[in-house]
């Protein structure tokens, strides 16, 4: 059974920073490819970042040079270094495997001006 547990959410000032991780469990997580979404009130879920199982790693263009995603294969835990956040990136943010639909339940960053 796949499970995705994120983590790191809460409420920042505009400028600060959070990490967020998300822990898997039930795939053999060294040969997954793995992203990071968010969706904000109102809004469609959009894509944030993914890293392949090789490391290579994708951003949307509203968080490139801000947002860092990476992974630990021992831990089975993919990560989020959300820095010089802005109001703009409130949402729940949630993690997936791949393309399936493998999600995790979401964790809310709420950022304040």
């Known amino acids: 059974q796949v499970q995705l547990v994120e983590s790191g959410g809460g409420l920042v000032q505009a400028g600060g920073s959070l990490r967020l991780s998300c822990a898997a469990s039930?795939?053999?997580?060294?040969?997954?490819?793995m992203g990071w979404y968010r969706q904000a009130p109102g809004k469609q879920r959009e894509l944030v970042a993914t890293?392949?199982?090789?490391?290579?790693?994708t951003y949307a263009d509203s968080v490139k040079g801000r947002f860092t995603i990476s992974r630990d294969n021992a831990k089975n835990t993919v990560y989020l270094v959300m820095n010089r956040l802005k109001p703009e990136d409130t949402a729940v943010y949630y993690c997936?495997?791949?393309?399936?639909?493998?999600w995790g339940q979401g964790t809310q960053v709420t950022v304040s001006s």
């Open positions: 997936r495997v791949g393309t399936t639909d493998y």
């Open positions: 039930g795939i053999i997580f060294n040969i997954a490819h």
């Open positions: 890293i392949s199982n090789r490391g290579t790693t």
